[in-house]
């Protein structure tokens, strides 16, 4: 075990201000009331770095009942391992008792590849350490000496920036091989670098993820592609080859992408998401598999018109393959697939350009995103560049001269009959 280490207030960067209220409330009815009570993980970590921490997460001796008792809002979660979770109106701070590593000698709580099942055992603060993923991720801040609790020499990783498993590298990512999801993640958000030891056993173990849960692994690909720091998380999944094990498609498409075109789409798709997070838009996970998938999406849809089928029944049953295959590794809820299929579908109708039809389309609560998309595609070097020319313009005209471009497009299908039907000469 290691020797703890107090590094007191003097000595690091943390600015007590960056501390949110509602933390600092917790922090001092704990340990008021006797108990032992720190700031801990990812906000220690971005502090020490100067970053603003998007959580406050606190770690004590107290157990749930315990926490409640002194904090009368907490509500208590989940039926294996307890949280507290105390709430300030709506908001909530995770307040968790400290957890010892598993004990390996315990065969019911792993599974035979490694893997963690059950992890509910209560431990003191340098167990609790030693149950964490990186040394950075592992320093406990004692808000009331202003100390950082370092069991792990994560102080030392912080400084040259880079990320170190607690314990033995390959068996703690199979106990949990989300954490090779969590190293690039924080390799592109903190733009730290990997120790050796902690980078080798991936590639071995890369294949893990599959075991994961889909609905998990939804979680941690928005973490990562949500975050901004999308265009960097691609290339580092796929250096690690990680990419395989959640994309399963969308590695073959960069395989058969022999023009760039496909692999231009992803990254413009990811530099606007990562601009869009940047300054705080909002973005729809549908977006994000709306383009990975495009490419299978685009090809199985040929297939199905090949064999006779309508356009539009083709782009429906390209969809329902190619979505049916994507949710075996990442479960992406129906409220978001279903928008992605609505992405697609609406791209045939960007090539109408009768002014009721295309004022109707401009109306569907879709019509940005398809719009976006299709101007992504273009973008990307697909033969588009006309429509996102034209319904770029015709969005930002007044009705009267929307209803003039209308009339201008040749052979537009305004020139058919009110049944819709061409006329008979
Ligand atoms: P973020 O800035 O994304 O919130 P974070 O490090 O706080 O980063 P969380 O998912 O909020 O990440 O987790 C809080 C802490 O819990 C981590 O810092 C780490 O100490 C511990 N932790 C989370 N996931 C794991 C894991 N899979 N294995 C071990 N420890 C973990
Ligand atoms: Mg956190």
């Keep these: 075990?290691?020797?703890?280490?107090?590094?007191?207030?003097?000595?690091?960067?943390?600015?007590?201000?960056?501390?949110?209220?509602?933390?600092?409330?917790?922090?001092?009815?704990?340990?008021?009331?006797?108990?032992?009570?720190?700031?801990?993980?990812?906000?220690?970590?971005?502090?020490?770095?100067?970053?603003?921490?998007?959580?406050?997460?606190?770690?004590?001796?107290?157990?749930?009942?315990?926490?409640k008792a002194v904090l009368p809002t907490t509500r208590i979660i989940g039926r294996r391992f307890r949280l507290a979770h105390v709430h300030f109106g709506r908001e909530f701070i995770e307040v968790a008792t400290f957890r010892a590593p598993h004990d390996t000698s315990d065969q019911g709580q792993i599974s035979h590849d490694g893997r963690i099942i059950h992890d509910n055992v209560y431990g003191n603060v340098e167990e609790d350490a030693l149950r964490r993923d990186f040394t950075v991720n592992a320093l406990f801040y004692e808000l009331k000496t202003g100390d950082i609790l370092d069991f792990v020499d994560g102080m030392t990783d912080i400084h040259q920036r880079q990320l170190r498993l607690i314990g033995e590298p390959e068996m703690r990512y199979r106990e949990d091989p989300v954490r090779m999801l969590r190293a690039i993640r924080f390799m592109s958000k903190l733009d730290f670098t990997m120790t050796t030891e902690t980078e080798v056993p991936i590639k071995?173990?890369?294949?893990?993820?599959?075991?994961?849960?889909?609905?998990?692994?939804?979680?941690?690909?928005?973490?990562?592609?949500?975050?901004?720091?999308?265009?960097?998380?691609?290339?580092?999944?796929?250096?690690?080859?990680?990419?395989?094990?959640?994309?399963?498609?969308?590695?073959?498409?960069?395989?058969?992408?022999?023009?760039?075109?496909?692999?231009?789409?992803?990254?413009?798709?990811?530099?606007?998401?990562?601009?869009?997070?940047?300054?705080?838009?909002?973005?729809?996970?549908?977006?994000?598999?709306?383009?990975?998938?495009?490419?299978?999406?685009?090809?199985?849809?040929?297939?199905?018109?090949?064999m006779g089928n309508p356009d539009l029944q083709s782009v429906h049953l390209a969809a329902s393959d190619v979505l049916?295959?994507?949710?075996?590794?990442?479960?992406?809820?129906?409220?978001?697939?279903n928008v992605t299929r609505e992405i697609w579908t609406m791209q045939g109708r960007f090539q109408f350009k009768a002014c009721r039809r295309s004022l109707n389309f401009m109306k569907n609560r879709r019509f940005r995103a398809a719009y976006d998309f299709m101007c992504l595609r273009a973008s990307s070097g697909e033969p588009l560049e006309e429509e996102c020319q034209w319904w770029t313009l015709f969005q930002s005209l007044?009705?009267?001269?929307?209803?003039?471009?209308?009339?201008?497009?040749?052979?537009?299908?305004?020139?058919r009959n009110r049944s819709g039907r061409r006329r008979r000469h």
């Design 324 to 337: 049916g295959t994507q949710v075996k590794s990442i479960a992406v809820p129906r409220r978001f697939s």
């Design 398 to 415: 007044s009705e009267k001269d929307q209803q003039l471009m209308c009339q201008s497009v040749v052979g537009s299908p305004n020139k």
């Design 1 to 67: 075990m290691n020797d703890i280490v107090r590094i007191p207030f003097s000595e690091h960067q943390i600015n007590k201000r960056k501390i949110c209220k509602k933390a600092c409330s917790i922090l001092k009815a704990l340990t008021q009331a006797g108990y032992e009570a720190y700031l801990v993980g990812g906000a220690v970590r971005d502090l020490l770095l100067g970053k603003q921490p998007k959580d406050f997460d606190i770690a004590t001796n107290a157990h749930p009942e315990q926490i």
């Design 204 to 306: 071995e173990v890369a294949g893990l993820l599959t075991k994961i849960a889909p609905a998990r692994l939804f979680d941690e690909t928005l973490k990562l592609f949500h975050s901004g720091y999308a265009v960097i998380a691609l290339g580092l999944l796929r250096e690690y080859q990680l990419f395989s094990c959640l994309f399963p498609l969308t590695e073959q498409s960069f395989d058969e992408d022999q023009t760039g075109v496909f692999s231009a789409l992803v990254y413009h798709a990811l530099e606007n998401t990562d601009r869009r997070i940047r300054s705080d838009n909002t973005v729809n996970p549908a977006f994000l598999f709306a383009v990975m998938l495009w490419h299978q999406a685009q090809k199985g849809a040929k297939m199905y018109r090949e």
